[in-house]
């Protein structure tokens, strides 16, 4: 069975700072793997997804994502944060069989001016 | 396009009412889903379609019916309401492949008194 694990339910960075999410998954086979943004009381939008192409996986905003094999994790980065990035993220994975999406309980990101 | 939409947007129940939610897309995807966001929980899978008279449960169905007449819609019900159902409902589309990323409703927004 799939699992996602986002590590850190809060995380807080000044304005012009790295931000970094946490996101491992579990899978003997390489999922594919999603960012979402939730933005308050919105639906979900996809940031960016990791499909077995390239393992830098660039997304909208400025977000970027590595996929490593060795650590079984997707990591979210953005070089300098802004007010406007304050929102919810989710990672997801989908295994290449089956019809579902796994989603991590999400991670809430402060943008400290 | 208008993606993915739900009706109604926010709703209060008593329980043991019961009541539909409506989930339309209008992208022709094959996929639909169901899911209950609750805080701390991220996004749980009530109950999936993978096409037209087709449906299967997910995670969390119990309590829950759902019904897939039309490719377009995707409709979710609750016929006796309990207060453990109060939640935010997404609803989401996809395209016939794993690889594919789901695409969002903005929520319906349930309350059970």
């Known amino acids: 069975a799939q699992s996602v694990t986002q590590l850190g339910s809060h995380v807080s960075v000044s304005e012009g700072a790295l931000v970094l999410l946490r996101c491992n998954y579990s899978?003997?086979?390489?999922?594919?793997l999603f960012w979402y943004v939730q933005y308050p009381n919105q639906g979900l939008q996809l940031l960016l997804k990791?499909?077995?192409?390239?393992?830098l996986v660039k997304g909208i905003n400025g977000f970027e994502a590595e996929f490593k094999k060795s650590e079984t994790s997707f990591h979210l980065t953005k070089p300098s944060a802004h007010m406007s990035d304050a929102a919810e993220y989710f990672c997801a994975v989908s295994p290449y069989t089956g019809n579902q999406f796994y989603f991590g309980t999400g991670t809430s990101l402060t943008v400290i001016p | 396009n208008a993606g993915v939409t739900q009706t109604p947007k926010f709703r209060v129940l008593k329980t043991g009412q019961s009541m539909t939610l409506l989930c339309a897309q209008d992208?022709?995807?094959?996929?639909m889903y169901w899911y209950r966001q609750d805080p701390g929980m991220g996004l749980r899978l009530i109950h999936y379609?993978?096409?037209?008279?087709?449906?299967a449960k997910g995670e969390v169905p119990d309590g829950y019916n759902v019904s897939r007449l039309k490719k377009q819609n995707f409709l979710l019900g609750l016929e006796s309401a309990a207060p453990s159902q109060t939640s935010v409902y997404f609803c989401a589309s996809s395209r016939r492949d794993n690889s594919y990323e789901q695409y969002f409703g903005p929520g319906t927004r349930l309350t059970v008194t």
């Open positions: 379609s993978v096409g037209e008279g087709t449906t």
């Open positions: 990791y499909t077995s192409a390239a393992t």
């Open positions: 992208m022709n995807h094959e996929y």
């Open positions: 899978s003997s086979v390489p999922p594919y």
